[in-house]
């Protein structure tokens, strides 16, 4: 069966670090594009970054240029999200999911169960 298991959320001041992991199971991850998505409360889910099955990265948010960086680890079928520089508009829940190119929110087909990051000093 297919699963994302994420983890890495969690609470830090501004101008914090954190390192969210998104391992999978029952797919190979380096065969499919992986974004990272967030939605924050009361706002609309958003695009953040995505690496496609060459290694390439995509922004969808010029917001993480700079502070996020999106890596994966073939040989322990996971994603990383490294989040530097962390701001409070950064407070949201993140989600890693599976698509076939990094595009829009119609390629992707499976996705995770989401993690918190709040931001806040």
């Known amino acids: 069966q297919l699963q994302f298991v994420e983890s890495g959320g969690g609470s830090v001041q501004p101008g914090g670090s954190l390192r969210l992991s998104c391992a999978a199971s029952?797919?190979?991850?380096?065969?499919?594009?992986i974004g990272w998505f967030r939605q924050a409360p009361g706002k609309g889910r958003e695009g953040v970054l995505c690496?496609?099955?060459?290694?390439?990265?995509?922004y969808y948010a010029d917001s993480v240029k700079g502070r996020f960086t999106i890596s994966r680890d073939s040989a322990k079928n996971t994603v990383y999200l490294q989040m530097n520089s962390l701001k409070p508009e950064d407070t949201a829940v993140y989600y890693c999911?599976?698509?076939?190119?990094?595009?829009?929110?119609?390629?992707?087909?499976?996705w995770g169960q989401g993690t918190q990051v709040t931001v806040s000093s």
């Open positions: 999911a599976r698509a076939g190119a990094c595009g829009g929110f119609g390629g992707y087909d499976y």
């Open positions: 690496i496609s099955s060459s290694g390439g990265t995509t």
């Open positions: 029952g797919f190979t991850l380096a065969h499919y594009a």
